[in-house]
């Protein structure tokens, strides 16, 4: 009986023992909370959007226009140059005939030239000096000392100047300086007009058709 006592105690010692080591469960270590994240909306493109390619956009490459055509148009004289005096072997106190004029290329589409010669200081009002209409677009240049014909070798007809002739006049004025204009027009037609043609007659007609015009002025002194 005292044996069995000592065994009952001996097992109550060790249960005691047991229970000292398990004992109740730790609470668990709280995990710290992580703060709270702003929620960040993100905008996703429709479907109907066009996707993005990875070929490169192609570039247009400048157009590429033609080499500009010159359109300086001017008249020259080798008697004389622009805005200065006129010799007076081409007026009426010398041997009254035409200055040899040049010219370089009018505007593409030209069908003839058309040439006009005047003094805007005449003490009556403009004098005319010299009409000359119809010039073939391929001449380059009126030579010096054009006849007094109605029409010339090429085609070109002489229109009436003040003196009521068909021919060059050189200036003559009663006194003072001049200026005497030699106008050139590049035209779209070859004018529907018979020689003998005044200077208006010429305007009405050009109007509407000069492609490009240029002017040669030279001054003469009495």
Request: proline share 10%.
């Given at each position: ?20 080591c ?9 995990v ?19 996707p ?38 081409y007026s ?6 035409s ?8 505007p ?25 209409y ?9 030579r ?11 085609g070109?007809?002489?229109?009436e ?13 009663p006194?003072?300086?001049?200026r ?6 590049a035209?779209?037609l ?12 010429l305007?009405?007609a050009?109007?509407?058709?000069i ?10 002194s009495?």
């Amino acid at each position: 009986m005292g044996k069995i006592k000592f065994s009952l105690a001996v097992v109550a010692a060790g249960l005691f023992i047991l229970s000292a080591c398990d004992g109740a469960p730790e609470e668990p270590t709280p995990v710290p909370s992580l703060p709270s994240v702003t929620a960040v909306a993100v905008v996703v493109e429709s479907a109907s959007a066009t996707p993005l390619s990875n070929t490169p956009t192609a570039v247009p490459a400048p157009t590429m226009l033609p080499e500009e055509e010159d359109m300086h148009f001017e008249l020259t004289s080798t008697g004389f140059q622009h805005e200065s005096p006129i010799p007076v072997k081409y007026s009426c106190d010398g041997e009254n005939t035409s200055p040899a004029l040049m010219w370089n290329d009018p505007p593409q589409g030209t069908l003839s030239l058309a040439l006009i010669h005047d003094d805007p200081d005449a003490p009556g009002g403009t004098w005319i000096h010299w009409v000359l209409y119809n010039i073939p677009a391929a001449a380059r240049e009126l030579r010096e000392a054009i006849p007094a014909q109605a029409a010339l070798d090429d085609g070109s007809l002489h229109g009436e100047n003040s003196w009521g002739r068909l021919d060059y006049g050189g200036p003559c004025p009663p006194g003072g300086t001049h200026r005497y204009f030699f106008k050139l027009y590049a035209l779209d037609l070859i004018l529907d007009l018979a020689s003998g043609a005044s200077k208006a007659d010429l305007l009405e007609a050009m109007e509407g058709h000069i492609l490009a015009e240029t002017e040669l002025m030279g001054t003469f002194s009495r």
